[in-house]
Nanobody, 126 residues
Framework: QVQLVESGGGLVQAGDSLRLSCAASGRTLSIYNIGWFRQAPGKEREFVAGIMWTGGSTYYANSVKGRFTISRDNAKKQVYLQMNTLKPEDTAVYYC???????????????????WGQGTQVTVSS
């Protein structure tokens, strides 16, 4: 089992950058594929980015491709989401999630992930 804690959210203006962090505790991080999701008020949780346990493969939603970058440091048990050129439509609670390796990694499906953090709020003003 792994516990996840997100940090780094805040209130920024359009065009600004933020870096979210996801700190893992418990089992080693390297046995999990990690995803970032977000949920805006009144909307369903949506996939943002995913990264394989090796860090060798990354995946992005079309809405963030070219602006967001996911990375991980297994030794530090940290996963990061660098968000550049933020837009008001990026406003949401952002969650990191862990999916055990050894199963098919359907990175965009929330059902793929067994563990979730509590979320961190990102608000982008226009």
């Amino acid at each position: 089992q792994v516990q996840l804690v997100e940090s780094g959210g805040g209130l920024v203006q359009a065009g600004d950058s933020l870096r979210l962090s996801c700190a893992a505790s418990g089992r080693t991080l390297s046995i999990y594929n990690i995803g970032w999701f977000r949920q805006a008020p009144g909307k369903e949780r949506e996939f943002v980015a995913g990264i394989m346990w090796t860090g060798g493969s990354t995946y992005y939603a079309n809405s963030v491709k070219g602006r967001f970058t996911i990375s991980r440091d297994n030794a530090k048990k940290q996963v990061y989401l660098q968000m550049n050129t933020l837009k008001p439509e990026d406003t949401a609670v952002y969650y990191c999630s862990a999916s055990p390796t050894g199963r098919q990694y359907a990175y965009a499906r929330p059902q793929t992930y067994d563990y979730w953090g509590q979320g961190t709020q990102v608000t982008v003003s226009s």
